[in-house]
């Protein structure tokens, strides 16, 4: 949903994509740097600025997530990012610290890629089976506040297509 409020994170999500692509075949090729880091640069630029989107839109989508979560489940949920590399390192000390790893497997480790939306409610990660339901039905509601935040942010091109929604949910939601 990214592209639709911010259309510029297209091109850069295509950049950073290209230079990981790049990167990772470079690797595999086995060649010695400067060769095999010679798209690091690009990857980071990109990657930051995806990294950057991608934060910012999901702080704008955090406030209607949680109301949206109070009301259907009466509990709250929180929705954040693991951006895809060590919070206490740079994009560009973490894909300098993974060099050696990433030579050795032939990909990048490092970057936003990598990243992975962590959800939590009432205060809690959303794993195990007994979130099941609830990861289910939140993540419904979530689903349709997005649309609600993509039109507060400028979105005119937003749709939401569901099949079947029930069949997924327990019974006593």
Not at 4 to 17: A, D, F, I, L, M
Request: with cysteine; hydrophobic share 40%.
């Amino acid at each position: 949903m990214l592209f639709h409020v911010e259309p510029s994170s297209w091109s850069t999500g295509g950049r950073y994509q290209r230079a990981l692509k790049q990167r990772n075949a470079a690797l595999r090729s086995g060649r010695r740097p400067p060769w095999s880091g010679q798209w690091d640069p690009e990857l980071i630029e990109a990657g930051l600025v995806v990294a950057d989107f991608r934060g910012r839109y999901l702080t704008a989508l955090g406030p209607h997530v949680a109301a949206v979560a109070e009301r259907l489940l009466g509990q709250s949920m929180e929705i954040g990012l693991l951006q895809g590399w060590s919070a206490e390192r740079s994009l560009d000390e973490a894909v300098a610290a993974s060099w050696e790893r990433d030579r050795e497997r032939g990909l990048t480790h490092a970057g936003p890629h990598r990243a992975d939306l962590s959800v939590r409610f009432a205060g809690a990660p959303s794993a195990g089976s007994h979130f099941q339901g609830t990861a289910e039905a939140g993540g419904l509601g979530a689903a349709l506040r997005q649309l609600r935040c993509d039109a507060a942010l400028g979105s005119r091109v937003a749709a939401l297509l569901v099949d079947d929604p029930a069949a997924e949910l327990d019974s006593g939601i």
